[in-house]
């Protein structure tokens, strides 16, 4: 199983649990991990090679939102992607891009000493947004990332977001 899906899944499981025992939980992310279930897709790694001559090159480190959300506003063929992502040690909060061939992109991250896993084994698992819609939805906010955003929630704003 993708453990980035897998950890979406067990996040849920807990907030269900302790929710059911009647528990109140600050900064309760149900609705987050349930649109991601229900609209999730799971994507393996692809090694950055795949693209070795497209002139694409790594951005800066630690700012996956921002590296994403540019790359897909200016390069055609490439769809932001929001979720968590997993490369042998924790599912993280991560944004990468997708290909027309739905190849994960991922700008960011790098095998490196804390990542040794190979790039083919990097789980992802989340949600693609069309880059106009998102824009035009991200005005105004004080972050990249908008899978946290307690609008995206409120009557399927989240949901007209996605691309097709």
Known sequence: MNEAKRYVEQNLAVLSHFRNKGSRIWGDATSVYE?????????????????????????????????????????????????????????????????????VVDFTWRVSEVIRTDQTEWAYFGVKFDIEKLARFSRGLTTWSVLFESDLYRDNVGVGLLAA
């Open 35 to 103: 649109f991601l279930l229900t609209h999730g897709v799971e994507y393996q790694g692809t090694p950055w090679t795949a693209f070795r001559g497209s002139g694409w090159r790594r951005m800066k480190p630690k700012q996956c939102f921002e590296n994403s959300f540019k790359k897909a506003a200016t390069v055609e063929g490439l769809t932001y992607c929001e979720g968590f992502a997993y490369a042998g040690l924790i599912s993280v909060h991560h944004a990468w891009c997708v290909d027309e061939f739905d190849r």
